[in-house]
């Protein structure tokens, strides 16, 4: 595969230093080099800010495509939070190969914004009515006839408490 023409030429590598976590003597966990790791998110940052896209290599490419799937959620959930258009991160993660590029695509998010301007965003906490599968349909449909079974067993119950009472 041909790298070159999926990677814009005005792209910046960036060396991509993985965080390296160690246990001090209590058992809590903290990153060792957090002065040389690279902070992918304020990388994402500096693309939102500049609109110079940059790209960093992983070894191996199930890294990369785990790094893009956890970036691109991180920036869906910031820009879902956020209600002005503004002030989303009008960026995106992209895999070519082994590594990671990170653009300023404001077009893909003009979209995304348009076509989802006028629904209900997800962080109000809105319930629905779940979605009735053959399968709840089932279960729905056996716990009703379990209720009026129980609820004829009650009745019969009393009955035979009746007919017991009239007898004496």
Known sequence: MIIGKYIPDNALQVR???????????????????DEATDVWQLIMDVNRTSKPL?????VSEYARDDVRRWNRSIN??????TDFQDWYHVRVKKVGRR???VHDLAYWMKVYARHKNTV????N??????????NRNRNVS???DEAWQALEESW????????NDER
Request: net charge positive.
């Open 121 to 124: 965003p997800r962080n109000l």
């Open 77 to 82: 959930d910031a820009n879902r939070n956020t």
């Open 157 to 164: 119950e009393m009955e035979r408490r009746r007919a017991e």
């Open 55 to 59: 790209y960093y290599r992983r070894r």
């Open 16 to 34: 991509y230093i993985h965080p390296y976590y160690d246990t001090d003597e209590d058992g809590y966990r903290y990153m060792a080099n957090e």
């Open 100 to 102: 990671v590029l990170i």
């Open 143 to 145: 716990a009703h006839i």
């Open 126 to 135: 809105v319930l629905n009515a779940p979605r009735l599968t053959p399968s």
